[in-house]
Nanobody, 124 residues
């Protein structure tokens, strides 16, 4: 089992950047496919980005492609999400997730463990 704790959220102006970090304990992040999801008020949780444990392949939702970058630091046992060129529509609670499926996945059903989330607010 793995425990996940997100950090790095906050308030930023449109066009700015934030870096979210997900710290894992209990197991190493290299043992899991890792993902970032987000949920805005009144909306369903949506996939943002993922990195597969099997080959480190990274993938992104179309809405963030070219602006967000996911990375894994096995030495620190963390997974980060660098978010650039932020837009007001990126405002949401961001969740880190870990899953045991080699293909990774972009559905919340593909992930088994979740953090508590960190708030990101982008002002216009």
């Amino acid at each position: 089992q793995v425990q996940l704790v997100e950090s790095g959220g906050g308030l930023v102006q449109a066009g700015g950047s934030l870096r979210l970090s997900c710290a894992a304990s209990g197991r190493t992040v290299s043992s899991y496919s890792m993902g970032w999801f987000r949920q805005a008020p009144g909306k369903e949780r949506e996939f943002v980005s993922g990195i597969r444990w099997s080959d480190d392949y990274t993938y992104y939702a179309d809405s963030v492609k070219g602006r967000f970058t996911i990375s894994r630091d096995n030495a620190k046992n963390t997974v980060d999400l660098q978010m650039n060129s932020l837009k007001p529509e990126d405002t949401a609670v961001y969740y880190c997730a870990a899953g045991r499926r080699s293909y990774g996945g972009s559905s919340y059903r593909d992930y088994d463990y979740w953090g508590q989330g960190t708030q990101v607010t982008v002002s216009s």
